[in-house]
């Protein structure tokens, strides 16, 4: 097994250490997060930090990179507070990725990837017309990480959209169901397929599956 150090990471050229590092923690969510402006413009780019905070009350989380260069996404939600979550499925990914490209702030990702906007119930900024999954967010704080001068953002979930036919009877999404992906590392795509589940663990009881036979 290679072992890396480090010291060795410090060293590495950078593209370099952005793939290793980036995909060496597992796969992550793969998310469009769409924002609209004060005036009106609406933004959409791609995020793989977007995390769960907590269920009661429900909240979530992403991190944007150090503010030092232009931040669409960010200065829309501080000045708004609104934003939403949309997955990207198995047949939008070459338009979620080009949403990582740095286009002016006139400019609006949506006219230039072929993703669509369309906006639900009221709610200020654009969800992405071709998610199978939207959630409808609304900030509630941010907290500096000093260390590399990011910024985790925390929202509350205000509204959520999918088809009925993902969701069990106990309330949870069968994701691979509606296609979504998952990244590895930077621009790694990935089609997630379920093992299986289990029930709650708890000392001393054999793992159970929801799948197994006496469930039946």
């Known amino acids: 097994m290679k072992h890396i150090k480090a010291s060795d990471i410090e060293?590495?050229?950078?593209?370099?250490?952005?793939?290793l590092v980036n995909s060496c923690t597992g796969y992550k969510s793969a998310n469009l997060i769409a924002t609209r402006?004060?005036?009106g413009n609406p933004n959409v780019a791609v995020f793989s930090s977007v995390t769960h905070i907590g269920s009661n009350p429900a909240m979530l989380g992403f991190v944007t990179r150090p503010l030092s260069v232009a931040r669409n996404?960010?200065?829309?939600?501080?000045?708004?507070e609104y934003f939403t979550v949309n997955h990207i499925q198995d047949k939008m990914i070459e338009q979620a990725h080009q949403t990582?490209?740095?286009?002016?702030?006139?400019?609006s990702e949506f006219n230039k990837t072929g993703l669509d906007e369309e906006y639900l119930d009221g709610f200020h900024a654009p969800y992405v017309k071709q998610s199978e999954v939207k959630l409808g967010c609304k900030f509630v704080n941010e907290y500096h990480i000093k260390e590399n001068d990011t910024v985790l953002v925390v929202a509350s979930i205000e509204h959520?959209?999918?088809d009925e036919g993902i969701q069990m009877p106990d309330g949870w999404l069968r994701l691979d169901d509606a296609g979504t992906v998952a990244v590895n590392g930077l621009?790694?795509?990935?089609?997630?397929?379920?093992?299986?589940?289990?029930?709650?663990a708890r000392?001393?009881?054999?793992?159970?599956s929801f799948f197994s036979k006496d469930e039946e």
């Open 11 to 19: 060293e590495m050229e950078k593209i370099y250490r952005l793939n």
């Open 37 to 39: 402006s004060k005036s």
């Open 73 to 80: 996404t960010y200065n829309n939600i501080r000045d708004t």
């Open 100 to 107: 990582a490209a740095k286009y002016d702030e006139e400019i």
């Open 160 to 162: 959520i959209y999918f």
């Open 187 to 200: 621009d790694g795509y990935s089609l997630p397929s379920l093992l299986d589940r289990f029930h709650y």
């Open 203 to 208: 000392p001393g009881q054999e793992v159970k």
